[in-house]
């Protein structure tokens, strides 16, 4: 069993916390630059083009989980720090709540049944195209 945990541990090597930063800032650099590419009127921001490559990046593994994990936890639980900002434009912007607040609340519950609705079909409509291919994969093998 101690052996099993030994084999468990080595090949799950952690890669140091400067690699790790190295790799974020890399994948941040490089998503600044394809940022700019995107029109005018369909703008992206670079951490979100950051966000797909790291995910392509791990999916593929070209990066492995494990040479990221340790400083991806850290900046996950930086989250709510650093939504202390927002939190304070937001009571700076209380007579804009009281104009409007009614509307930005309808418009926050519709986005967010929208979001939600898209999410669910986009996911099923994956979980239907795997088990295709995984279907297909399985029938040539076979």
């Known amino acids: ?15 140091p916390i400067l690699i790790q930063m190295g ?12 940022s700019p590419l995107f029109p005018a009127t369909f703008p ?5 083009i950051g966000l797909v490559l790291l995910y392509l990046l791990l999916t593929f593994h070209i990066i492995k989980v494990e ?16 939504f ?19 509307q930005l609340i309808i418009a926050i519950i519709i986005s967010t049944v929208i979001l939600l609705v898209v999410v669910a079909y986009t996911t099923s409509f994956f979980i239907m195209l795997r088990k295709k291919v995984f279907h297909k994969n399985a029938n040539v093998e076979e």
Do not use: H, R, Y
């Open 23 to 34: 790799i974020f800032a890399a994948v941040l650099f490089v998503s600044s630059l394809i």
């Open 67 to 82: 040479w990221v994990e340790k400083f991806a936890d850290f900046m996950i639980s930086l989250i709510a720090f650093l």
């Open 1 to 15: 069993m101690a052996e099993k945990q030994n084999n468990t541990q080595a090949e799950t090597k952690e890669a």
């Open 84 to 102: 202390v900002p927002s939190g304070i434009q937001l009571t700076a912007s209380l007579d804009i709540m009281k104009a409007q607040g009614l």
């Open 44 to 48: 992206v921001p670079t951490p979100v």
